[in-house]
Nanobody, 119 residues
Framework: VQLQASGGGLVQPGGSLRLSCAAS????????IGWFRQAPGKEREGISC????????YYVDSVKGRFTVSRDNAKNTVYLQMNSLKPEDTAVYYC?????????????WGQGTLVTVSS
C-alpha cells in the first residue's frame, strides 16, 4: 500500500483544514491508520490511531475534541478534519498504516503535508 497525504496549507487560528490520506496499490480495510505530526524542532508525535479490529479512533489529549478522523472506503481514503486550529498545531502531518494501534513501526507512510496556523 502506498499513501499520499494532502490538504495542508496556511490557516488562521481558529480555522479548519481537512487532510486527506489516499491509498493506492492496496486497501486500507485491514490496517490501523495513524496520523502523526512533527513540529519544527520537535520529535514526531502520534495524534490519532484508528484500530484495525473495531475502527475505534483514539486521540491524543492535545487534539481531542478538535480533530476527527473519518474514512471513505469507496475512495480508499482517510481524512483528518482539524477544527479550532491553534498555532501549536503547526507541523508536518503524516498518515501511516500498521497492523494495529499500539507499538507503531509503520508499514507505510505518506509523504507529509505542511499545516501552518498563523495570523
Amino acid at each position: 500500500v502506498q499513501l499520499q497525504a494532502s490538504g495542508g496549507g496556511l490557516v488562521q487560528p481558529g480555522g479548519s483544514l481537512r487532510l486527506s490520506c489516499a491509498a493506492s496499490e492496496g486497501t486500507l480495510d485491514y490496517y490501523a491508520i495513524g496520523w502523526f505530526r512533527q513540529a519544527p524542532g520537535k520529535e514526531r508525535e502520534g495524534i490519532s490511531c484508528s484500530s484495525s479490529s473495531d475502527g475505534t479512533t483514539y486521540y491524543v489529549d492535545s487534539v481531542k475534541g478538535r480533530f476527527t478522523v473519518s474514512r471513505d472506503n469507496a475512495k480508499n481514503t482517510v481524512y483528518l478534519q482539524m477544527n479550532s486550529l491553534k498555532p501549536e498545531d503547526t507541523a508536518v502531518y503524516y498518515c501511516s498504516i500498521d497492523d494495529e494501534c499500539g507499538s507503531w513501526a509503520g508499514l507505510a507512510w505518506g509523504q507529509g503535508t505542511l499545516v501552518t496556523v498563523s495570523s
